[in-house]
């Protein structure tokens, strides 16, 4: 008979944060298979070592806290982001041979090249790229390469024989005098191009190993992996069941791979790893593309006010059947009109706190309406870097209502439970990028809304708390966020002790190992 034993790690000489509210630190912690076994003193985590025949580590007095967790991110683009060959500031053809063969030797797992970002106004040669130019250096597999516009991409005589496009005529697939198609394709045969290829869906599987790495070495443990899909989330189910999944991932789908789920799974479904938490749907657009909805029309193009995605019975229907199959629910709600809809629907729905309703990004929100956010028990996902990102949104919603924008401290204040998160590839990964927007605001960066409301700038701990355990709990996951005796053992061990340095250098803190479940993910060299 086969005997597995549970893997016990001692943690020593360390100073581990096990919570942030209320901040409590201790020198030694025990993990046993998943869960922390014991936080204390070194003396003790010892003598559990010893006693279980665990392994230990010594810390030597660095920093460790609880593993982020990222409460809204898309695994998937965020992966294929990756994984993109970069073509920026490629000077001539003979470098971008170069630089696809250098892929192709370093990433030898994927099927479909795709780059972007090449520049023929760059080039030494002075001219467009043919098919002829790459073909050789392709590896035999098919490759799509993205003019830096978007407007053109470059497919090899692969990608073309594939897509079929070598056959349509039109003045977008552009063909030398003997009538040849030199593989340039432009416009919508772009996308065209993508979705014959399966590009997305045959780097899938390769996107999120990419992603779940890299969150990995940012110290990100956990993550809500939003509007995914029903082939992304396929391809999840397949990891699990292989236990290739590094990170842990809570998954909320988009609608209708939402229903196609419930066809074959039911509630309730996962473990540590994996898990289906609920539906996410998205109500408005974005402040940058003027199409987040407001309740007044928009500064600095007094003509648009946005508008909402869906109608606001089918909008119900949704939710309302979502929550009574026993799902949680995240809503986008970027404007404070499409808040106004979330808010009236949660109460006509009747949600209570224990359904941790959730609301995406809240990014513009009126004073009453934040009473009302805490009063339902609703859940703020929000973005602390967007801060730095989107720099001129007080031109978008004038002087007056900057104080509605990432309200972040207000929300804490008022008792919302408050979770922070990227919406990478949206916004980097990086937690320390995001704890230095919401501690410092943008005065570091001078942005103009830092100058109108630096009161809701959020102090560290507080940003901390709502990063670990503040994420989990918009994930419906009681044992991520903490390293007190019963939650995950997934701890990240610092270059610095955020609690200490200055604001500004909070950006500077490296990750230098990640343990999920005591063992090691990530270490950096
Ligand atoms: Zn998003």
Known sequence: ?????????????????????????????????????????DAKALRIARELGGEIIDLRGRTAIPGFVDA???????????????????????????????????????DVVIGRGWDQELFAEKRWPTRWDI????????????????????????????TGLADVRSPYIVRRADGEPTGIVKEEFVKQAMDRLGARKRLLAQSIDRAQRFAAKYGVTEVGFVSCDIDAFRTLLKKWRRGELLIRVRAYLEPSSFDEMRRFLAPGFG???????????????????????????????PSVQGAPLLDYGELKEIVGRALDGGYQVAIHAIGDAALDWVLKLYKELEVKPDDRARIEHVSVVRPEQLKEIARLGAVAVVQPHFIITDWWVV??????????????RSMIEIGIKTAFSTDAPVEPLDPFLTLHAAVTRGSDEGVELWKLTPHEAVDVREALHSYTHGSSYALCDDYAGRLEPGSYGDLVVLSNDPLEVEPRSLRDIRVLETYIGGKLVYASE
């Open 1 to 41: 008979m086969q005997v597995n034993l549970l893997k016990v790690t001692a943690f020593v000489n360390g100073k581990i944060y096990t919570s942030f509210k209320p901040l409590r630190a201790v020198r030694g912690l025990v993990v046993a298979g998943e869960r922390v076994l014991f936080a204390g003193d």
């Open 271 to 301: 473990d540590e790893y994996l898990r289906v938490t609920g539906l996410k749907i998205i109500l408005d657009g974005s402040l940058g593309a003027r199409t987040a909805w407001l309740s007044e029309p928009y500064n600095d193009d």
């Open 72 to 110: 809204h991110v898309h695994l998937d683009s965020l992966g294929l982001s990756l994984i993109t060959l970069d073509l920026r500031g490629v000077s001539s053809i003979e470098e971008l041979r170069q630089r696809i063969r250098l892929y192709i030797e370093r990433n030898p797992d994927v």
């Open 135 to 162: 073909d050789d250096v392709t590896g035999g597999k098919p490759a799509i390469l993205i003019r830096v516009c978007g407007h053109a991409a470059l497919l090899n005589t692969r990608a073309l024989e594939e």
């Open 395 to 408: 031109k978008r919603v004038g002087r007056e209502r900057a104080s509605w924008v990432y309200a972040f």
